[in-house]
């Protein structure tokens, strides 16, 4: 086997293919300049050597080849290095493609929101259905305690980003898997650093469904605006929507209004009920995408359907890590703001008026650039306080966006002053949910140590 050498290797996507790579034999070694936990902990579990930061000597001369994550551009160090050396380079959406999906039967989840979630979901049926997937998650699923794993049966579920593929290639990465069956969740407009406007989104989401055979099958959110529009660009597969509206072919009925127990039909008909630990709508919509997956590939759906009871789903998507002095903390990945705001409806419902308090770093490309700030305030409604990191790279002005903001709101400039401002304003019975798709200095736990000092 040869020797791999990933660039960019703690993100979600990267550390899932270095997974991945290890378990088919290779060896890996690594670099990436920001680690940190789930996907740090995976990596050092699986003995892959992490190498901090990008040099010119990072990657080894004997290497057989290196794998660039998006997240790198020309003028990197590492990269340029790879470049004048001639050494063989790939994206790791490629390397997948080549690797582990040939003769696989590929189940490509897609959405604005949802995706990890969703992928996850899919993964846990397929497995409790006895298929022994294949997988690859933009997180560390808690009930398989990895991202990634090859599986020996014939599926292979896969998180299908619409972000490009790498700076030799400005595709969406799900071009690359041609999946037999595509759930498309949901589309709106982000990624503001690529995609000058929903419209080029669209595009990139046609492309994959050119790329899904007769054979196949589509799941389709019935109610998406922007995704129906994208379907009538042309479509080669049959198409089943879902949603809650009844006229489509699969529709969910809430029982609990937290989205905590809801009955799924198909086509008119009762399938069956849905118990377990999941909140809101948008983890329904997700819930509904996955059974009907499932089913597009054989599974009986009522043999599966009780073990969502025992479902974890997967680590920073509303995650409890605990609770002291009567507050419970949570870490959320949440980054877009439907993502927020479906979320705190989720929690809303849960715990009724007690009152939550969201610590929000806007790190994303897009939120750094500004593309959501109008929006940001809105979906914080179900929050009665919001502390926001704002950072000096923070481009755009918080002030205005403080002011918005239904309850009440601060902006501090670094990760000591939030924590200090969330102890004083914390109270018993409070829920603090700390939100952002990066690191947050490790602020989730911080907090939870500092309510567990004497």
Not at 59 to 83: H, K, M, Q, T
Not at 217 to 225: A, F, H, K, P, Y
Not at 388 to 410: K, N, T
Request: charged share 20%.
């Amino acid at each position: 086997m040869s020797t791999i050498h990933i660039l960019g290797i703690a993100g979600t996507f990267m550390g899932g293919v270095a997974a991945l790579a290890r378990e088919k034999g290779h060896t890996v070694r690594g670099s990436d300049q920001a680690i940190y936990p789930p996907m740090s902990t995976q990596l050092e579990r699986l003995g892959i050597a992490l190498d901090p930061g990008y040099r010119a000597d990072s990657v080894a001369p004997d290497c057989d080849e290196v794998v660039i994550g998006n997240a790198l551009s020309r003028g990197n160090p590492a990269v340029e290095a790879v470049l004048d050396a001639g050494q063989r380079y790939i994206s790791g959406a490629q390397w997948l493609s080549e690797q582990v999906l040939p003769g696989r039967d590929t189940l490509a989840v897609a959405g604005t929101h949802g995706k990890t979630t969703t992928t996850t979901i899919l993964t846990w049926l397929l497995h409790s259905a006895g298929r022994d997937p294949g997988f690859l998650i933009g997180g560390v699923a808690e009930d398989f305690g990895v991202s990634a794993r090859v599986g020996s049966g014939r599926e292979f579920v896969v998180e299908a980003d619409e972000y490009d593929t790498a700076f030799f290639d400005k595709r969406s990465k799900f071009v690359h898997y041609r999946p037999l069956v595509a759930i498309l969740n949901n589309l709106e407009y982000d990624h503001a650093d690529i995609f000058p406007d929903v419209a080029a989104i669209q595009r990139q989401f046609h492309h994959l469904i050119r790329t899904v055979p007769a054979r196949g099958r589509l799941i389709v959110n019935g109610e998406d605006g922007y995704l129906a529009e994208v379907l009538a660009m042309g479509c080669w597969t049959p198409v089943e929507r879902f949603g809650f509206d009844p006229t489509l072919e699969w529709h969910a009925e809430l029982v609990e209004a937290d989205g905590s127990v809801f009955v799924v039909h198909h086509r008119g008909e009762r399938v069956g009920e849905v118990r377990w630990s999941l909140l809101g709508r948008h983890n329904v919509l997700n819930g509904l995408a996955a059974l009907a997956a499932a089913h597009a590939v054989g599974v009986e759906l009522a043999t599966v359907i009780p073990a969502l009871a025992a479902f974890r789903s997967v680590k920073r998507r509303l995650e409890v890590i605990g609770q002291a002095r009567d507050i419970t903390i949570y870490d959320d990945f949440a980054h877009h703001p439907t993502a927020i705001r479906t979320t705190l409806d989720g929690l809303r419902a849960k715990v009724g008026d007690a009152r939550i308090v969201v610590a929000m770093e806007p790190r994303s490309n897009s939120m750094r650039l500004g593309a959501h700030a109008q929006a940001l305030a809105p979906s914080l409604d179900g929050a009665d306080a919001v502390v926001f990191l704002h950072r000096p790279e923070l481009a755009w002005d918080a002030a205005s966006v403080i002011a918005a903001v239904r309850g009440q709101a601060y902006a501090v400039p670094d990760t000591d002053a939030l924590l200090a401002q969330l102890g004083a304003i914390a109270a018993p019975g409070d829920h603090v949910v700390f939100m952002s798709n990066g690191g947050f200095d490790g602020a989730p736990r911080r907090f939870l140590a500092q309510l567990r000092q004497p």
